[in-house]
């Protein structure tokens, strides 16, 4: 499932009566990853926020699905508009689905795109498909099986993006850590196309280092965007790592990441190099799952 941190109201847990949208009561499911709730959006009129055991999976608006609420996912969203000229449609696959507001993204800005979404959570998905549907013309094909697995069965050179956004118990599994995982994504890439990785670590930032290098291995042009205090190791937060075998539209990225709400700051080349500090590439044998974030970042 996705997964980002930020803190929410979780208002009355319950299944909603009222029907969708401001002023619904909670709904609330057991799913395979745990308690699902979807949390009305006070201040929009048919949105909401998804919430796994008391954790901040997506956002979703239904009535304007390029609207992207949570600081991480807007990252993610300038990427997927640079990754190909502004409306052209293109391929992409989803490691991780939560709410699909990724995917509802690249199909309300990228008509006619071809996508898969791969989610574990078989229940979770059809929460999500029963409560927030997607649009009936999106091409949106959802497989319900591991991230790995699903990526497996994508034809080589079919994606112009591949994004992972994959969260187990807020932690990202090992097995979506390593040069091989890395290997298999390039494999299902097109040549000019682009990988995008949520990737959640705190202080001493040993993790997202290590996920540096081990792109690096695998992809030859980087970068990170992230908040400047995770990126000097004063918090716990997520951080975008953009990798590709193409030059990477830095200039454009740095702007937009430059001027969100929240403003991120963009990573590359020498600095980005030094900032992963001689860490080493992850390899199968060695991969460990990312690390659990304090209870302090739901709060």
Not at 212 to 239: C, K, M, S, Y
Request: aromatic letters at 4%.
């Amino acid at each position: 499932m996705e997964g980002l941190f930020r803190t929410v109201d979780n208002g009355r847990m319950g299944r909603s009566k009222k029907g969708r949208g401001r002023g619904a009561d909670v709904v609330a499911e057991a799913v395979d990853g745990g308690l699902a709730e979807l949390v009305p959006d006070p201040d929009r009129a048919r949105a909401w926020t998804l919430l796994v055991d008391g954790a901040p999976q997506s956002h979703v608006d239904l009535d304007d699905p390029a609207y992207l609420s949570f600081e991480y996912q807007r990252r993610l969203g300038h990427v997927i508009d640079l990754v190909a000229p502004a409306g052209r449609p293109v391929h992409a696959v989803h490691l991780g689905g939560g709410a699909f507001t990724l995917a509802r993204y690249v199909a309300a800005t990228r008509p006619r795109s071809t996508q898969q979404i791969v989610e574990r959570d078989a229940a979770l998905v059809q929460l999500v498909r029963r409560e927030l549907p997607l649009d009936p013309n999106a091409r949106v094909r959802v497989r319900s099986t591991d991230a790995r697995e699903g990526l497996a069965k994508v034809p080589d050179g079919w994606a112009d993006l591949v994004i992972a956004d994959v969260f187990s118990g807020a932690r990202t599994p090992a097995h979506l850590t390593s040069t091989e995982f890395l290997t298999d994504v390039r494999r299902v890439l097109k040549p000019d196309g682009c990988y995008a990785a949520n990737v959640a670590d705190g202080p001493p930032l040993a993790h997202l280092r290590g996920q540096i290098a081990t792109a690096a291995a695998v992809l030859p042009e980087l970068a990170l965007v992230a908040d400047p205090t995770v990126l000097r190791g004063r918090r716990f937060g997520n951080a975008v790592l953009v990798a590709s075998g193409r030059p990477l539209p830095l200039a454009e990225l740095t702007r937009r990441a430059a001027s969100d709400p929240h403003p991120g700051r963009v990573e590359h080349g020498r600095t980005l190099t030094d900032f992963t500090g001689g860490a080493a590439p992850v390899t199968d044998a060695a991969a460990v799952a990312s690390p659990a974030p304090p209870p302090s970042v739901f709060r």
